[in-house]
Structure formats: C-alpha cells, structure tokens
C-alpha cells in the first residue's frame, strides 16, 4: 500500500501518477485540485504547442483534456484507462493563454466510467469539450488492496 499521509484518496491517487507522468511535466500541466471523480488541470500555451495558424496544436488541447480525464477517472484508487474519446473544437487557443481543464465523472459503474472534460482559457470561453469512457482495470492504484 503506497501510504501518503494527510491526503484524500483521490490527492493520493494523483500523486501516484504525477510521479510518473512525464507528458503532463513536459507539457508544463498543473494540477489544481483533484476530488472523487473530478479534476481540475491547468496548462499555459507556449510558442511550441503552436501550429501553421499560430493557434494551439488540437492534440495540445486534447493531451490537456485527456490528462484531466485520467485524473478524475483514476481518483477513487483504482486504475483506470480511457476505452474511447472524443473532442469538439469549440475556439482556438493563442500563445500565452491560461487553460483550465475540468473534468467531471457523469457516471461510474463497477468496471466503466462516463467523464466529460470542458476547458477554458482565461477569459471563460470555451475552447473544447472532450468526452471520455474509461475502463477499470481490476486492480488498486492507491488504497487498501494496492
């Protein structure tokens, strides 16, 4: 059992994996707050993440929202992975921009979960709503039995 003291489970689980998740680091992702089954990302666009339009790569944005996804689908302690998503590009994102990307457990069964992912940028508009079906897979990440 991988013991965190004076957290909830759903910090521990978050914990656990930012240790390891290099592509959120890289990408400069923040994480702002995690709760049973919702989680709050942050990332600023950088010069890189541009593309040929000067506005945010699309898989930038997608990489932020599925990052928030797994957060929240992973924070009851179980491990948990994405079986489908999706993404609806709503408005570009330009260098320099603060997104949030929030993500919301709409329902969670023994094995599958539904999640829905908004982000938005500083101003609160909406860039992009990304949905996303998760799937556990049988064991702890974090908990009593891990």
């Known amino acids: 059992m991988i013991s965190?003291?004076?957290?909830?489970?759903?910090?521990?689980s978050a914990h656990v994996m930012y240790l390891?998740?290099?592509?959120?680091?890289?990408?400069?992702?923040?994480?702002?707050?995690?709760?049973?089954?919702?989680?709050?990302?942050?990332?600023?666009?950088?010069?890189h993440m541009l593309n040929g339009h000067k506005t945010c790569h699309g898989?930038?944005?997608?990489s932020l929202a599925d990052t928030a996804f797994a957060y929240a689908c992973n924070s009851q302690g179980y491990a948990a992975v994405a079986t489908m998503c999706s993404?609806?590009?709503?408005?570009?994102?330009?260098?320099?921009d603060t997104l949030r990307a929030t993500a919301k457990?709409?329902?969670?069964?023994?094995?599958?979960?539904?999640?829905?992912?908004?982000i938005i940028n500083q101003d609160g508009k909406t860039l992009a709503v990304f949905h996303g079906r998760s799937h556990?897979?049988?064991?702890?990440?974090?908990?009593e039995e891990s």
């Open 4 to 12: 965190i003291p004076n957290t909830t489970l759903a910090q521990q």
């Open 20 to 47: 390891s998740d290099t592509c959120a680091k890289a990408m400069g992702m923040g994480i702002e707050h995690v709760d049973d089954g919702y989680a709050l990302l942050t990332m600023t666009i950088t010069p």
């Open 59 to 62: 898989g930038q944005l997608f």
């Open 87 to 96: 993404i609806d590009f709503i408005r570009p994102g330009f260098e320099g």
């Open 105 to 118: 457990m709409k329902h969670q069964g023994k094995r599958n979960g539904l999640y829905e992912v908004e």
């Open 136 to 143: 556990r897979l049988g064991h702890r990440l974090v908990g």
